[in-house]
């Protein structure tokens, strides 16, 4: 009897974790060449939106298909949403711009030239109702406000900002690549109001918030690591290895995974037991360059742009462009 209750314990243990693990799904093919950035995701109206060069490639999330451009940019990065404004927002780097459109025709409606260089990533906070675009060429962070299609203000960063998320409650966490450390940003005074280091050095691209725990999680390229802060402290809790080129990360709340996107060819699935025990569960294969993914929390696939390159080169093949989806098996 015992045996036999070990046995189904170990079936349960099993059947968990063999249905967290991800297998690829389809790939949705687009249209247009350039190069790739990041991915993200509208959940109200059920979009997701993909960086390429000088558009923006628009997919249905029911359908799974390419339904719409946005074009005529200059050099693109990130796309960020504000459903209360029925807005999108597109760091045109190359521009030195901020590109509105509406989310429901995909039309775009005026840009914001922006007094900094090299916007790069973007995101709208929900608390100040203002878009920011960290700006890798400029050390900044420039503020837009998303009613009056107007610059409203400027963040000193003291280094090159990566990515960056809000907690929705007055504070945005930022890394600083060549500082290897995490900003704490106070939108209500537009200010740093703290700094804190990533150990070990690894020069920090993405980063992903679980707001109940209070954590946050910067992945790192030199060092291929996620690094785990307690941002009540400050204090690295814990670091997991992940793959090479890592670019970006994302944490689903429900299923407690996290996702690390790396160009090497990997996904890294990182399962979060308690709120400083951390665990790889599967190295997903991908495709090389595919560096930068989106989770929809609402059927916990991730997205994942890239394209085909000639073998050995950094040659992309024309017409090869796409995302991979991947789901739980």
């Known amino acids: 009897m015992k045996k ?3 046995t189904i314990a170990a079936l349960l243990i099993g059947g968990a974790t ?9 790939t949705i093919p687009l249209t247009g060449e350039g190069g790739y950035d990041y991915l993200s995701i509208d959940k109200v109206n059920n979009r997701l939106y993909v960086s390429h060069g000088t558009m923006v490639n628009v997919v249905d999330l029911a359908t799974e298909k390419q339904v719409g451009v946005i074009e005529n940019l200059k050099g693109i990065h990130g796309i960020a949403i504000d459903n209360k404004a029925n807005l999108g927002f597109i760091s045109d780097g190359r521009a030195n711009q901020v590109v509105a459109f509406d989310l429901k025709t995909l039309k775009t409606v005026g840009s914001v030239p922006l007094d900094s260089k090299g916007a790069d990533a973007i995101m709208y906070d929900s608390f100040s109702d203002r878009v920011y675009t960290f700006n890798g060429d400029s050390n900044n962070s420039s503020v837009v406000n998303p009613n009056t299609l107007k610059q409203v203000g400027t963040i000193a960063l003291g280094g090159a900002p990566e990515f960056a998320v809000s907690d929705g409650k007055g504070k945005i966490y930022n890394n600083l690549e060549d500082k290897n450390s995490l900003n704490v940003i106070d939108t209500k005074t537009l200010k740093v109001i703290k700094n804190y280091p990533l150990a070990p050095k690894g020069a920090p691209t993405g980063i992903a918030l679980d707001e109940k725990n209070k954590r946050t999680f910067s992945v790192s390229r030199e060092n291929n690591s996620m690094v785990v802060i307690d941002i009540t ?13 890592v670019d970006a ?41 595919a560096k ?12 994942l742009s890239v394209v085909n390159f000639e073998p050995g080169t950094r040659k992309a093949l024309p017409n090869s462009f796409k995302v991979l989806v991947y789901k739980q098996q």
């Open 4 to 6: 036999s209750l070990l």
């Open 18 to 26: 063999f249905a967290q693990t991800y297998v690829l799904d389809k």
């Open 233 to 245: 402290t400050g204090k690295v809790v814990a670091t997991v290895p992940i793959g090479a080129g």
């Open 292 to 303: 930068t993914l989106a989770l929809d929390s609402k059927t916990h696939k991730i997205y």
């Open 249 to 289: 990360v994302a944490y689903d709340a429900e299923t407690k995974l996290i996702f690390c996107s790396n160009g090497d060819g990997t996904t890294t699935i990182i399962k979060q037991e308690s709120a400083d025990k951390y665990s790889v569960i599967q190295t997903l294969a991908t495709q090389n360059r």
